[in-house]
């Protein structure tokens, strides 16, 4: 309850700023550059044009232009992106009115307010836009206009947003030689889009300045003898903390350093909690350039021609290597022990995609990778389902060791002895966890349980399951026959035909 509270609480707090942002906008707007005449780029640049060429007010064309596009967004790339856009485009339309009937004269004409320093005009108004856009932007907000042009391309090209709006903002400024050249010749036309530009540029830099400051870190090294009261203190207060062990040189005796990364404004808090457990602790803190992973940004450097990555929760080289074969190359599959994960993953639920499920979640919640995993069960129909779930301890209640393949065996053949019915089915789930997506996939191969082992390929039960339609056990048929035909061939396929798509 208390995380659903927060989360509608920042989201109401976005609003606000996005609000406020807005209202600085359009005041760097209708204040300085449309007075001036000063063609800055987005849909508000082209608005703008057309206000200089026909003077029909920015507010009515910017809003008819982004209704246009809005419509073209909501069925491209989705409702979603356009809630805050939908919000900014109305908000901001409704500031630029009331401002300019607010500051206008009896003529209609707004007002000079640096007298005839028309690059003051710029400058100012140029900083107010990049200071609005940037809390805009750090409250996940949007003035509308070519940010959705950005979004749509982007989703059917592999173009940056950022090209994408350098360019369409290059094209608009450079679209005012036109508006201007007829009534004021080539050199007044001229000195506009060197203004145009250089609006552009000093907004670009107040934008990333803006954005840049609320992302700016700092790293702690905290040498106390109280360093657990401390670590515990801040992990509570909901910071990642790492412990090292280090010496002192002096004294040559172990110390243990605390490790803390954060965000800059968030380094009084830390430095309080410190003092609070021990104020003569030893603390060195230090700007970092850059911090990315949970909690902070991703990173963004490309690598050329990668495979995406999914982890297989197993460290079980028979399935790896069988999922590896079925898959492919489309995709870099890695186990548990390629991401450095040994600790026993949670398997306690009573059906296999509980704990397919399980898993796959223990390890996008500690080790943040796409991952998949699975649960595999023999089901005897004579036995009411047995071993299932229990399929790889099947003996361990018998004093058997876990994943022992003999013994599981010798106690299912011998609770089968004097059954008729020996008809059993091979049942896979697996749980897959990709692009906040969470799915499940079944695969089933029918047979029955012969009467002794037979073959000396696969593992598991292979050697006593013959699958129905063939004369031999998935222990003779071999790796190939029965990677085309198994219950994990079948559910992989399925997980294969959705990553495809």
Known sequence: ???????????????????????????????????????????????????????????????????????????????????????????????????????????????????????????????????????????????????????????????????????????????????????????????????????????????????????????????????????????????????????????????????????????????????????????????????YGEGFDPMKAKIKKAKPTLVFATNNQHKLEEVRKIIGDKFEIRSLEDIGCKVELPETSDSLEGNALQKAQYIKKYYGFDCFADDTGLECAALGGEPGVRSARYACEDGGADHDSEANMKKLLKNLEGKEDRSAQFRTAIALLYKDETLVFEGIVKGHIISEKKGSEGFGYDPVFMPDGYNETFAELGSDVKNKISHRAQAVAKLCEFLIK
């Open 1 to 291: 309850m208390k995380q659903r509270l927060k989360l509608i609480a920042d989201e109401a707090s976005d609003y606000i700023y996005i609000a406020i942002a807005l209202l600085i906008y359009a005041t760097g707007v209708t204040l300085f550059l449309l007075p001036y005449e000063i063609t800055t780029g987005g849909v508000t640049g082209i608005a703008s044009l057309i206000f200089f060429a026909t003077g029909i007010e920015v507010q009515i064309s910017y809003l008819i232009m982004n209704a246009i596009l809005l419509v073209l967004a909501i069925k491209i790339v989705g409702w979603r992106f356009c809630v805050k856009t939908i919000y900014g485009v109305g908000l901001l339309t409704i500031y630029l009115w009331v401002l300019q009937r607010m500051v206008e004269d009896d003529n209609g004409q707004l007002p000079h307010l640096v007298g005839d320093q028309a690059f003051m005009a710029v400058v100012l108004g140029a900083l107010l836009e990049g200071i609005a856009l940037g809390i805009c932007f750090s409250h996940n907000g949007s003035t509308g206009g070519t940010d959705i042009i950005a979004a749509i391309v982007n989703k059917y090209k592999e173009v940056s947003l950022g090209t994408v709006l350098m360019l369409l903002d290059c094209i608009i400024i450079s679209s005012s030689y036109f508006v201007f050249v007829g009534d004021e010749g080539t050199t007044k036309a001229l000195e506009k889009i060197v203004f145009g530009f250089t609006a552009l540029i000093i907004s670009g830099m107040t934008l990333d300045f803006v954005v840049n400051r609320n992302r700016q870190s700092v790293q702690f090294m905290i040498f106390s003898r109280n360093y657990s009261r401390i670590a515990t203190m801040l992990n509570k207060q909901g910071f990642g903390v790492t412990v090292l062990d280090g010496t002192g040189w002096y004294t040559r005796t172990e110390r243990k350093v605390v490790v803390v990364v954060a965000r800059k404004r968030q380094s009084v808090n830390i430095l309080r909690y410190i003092k609070i457990i021990d104020p003569y602790a030893f603390v060195s803190m230090g700007n970092v350039q850059g911090v």
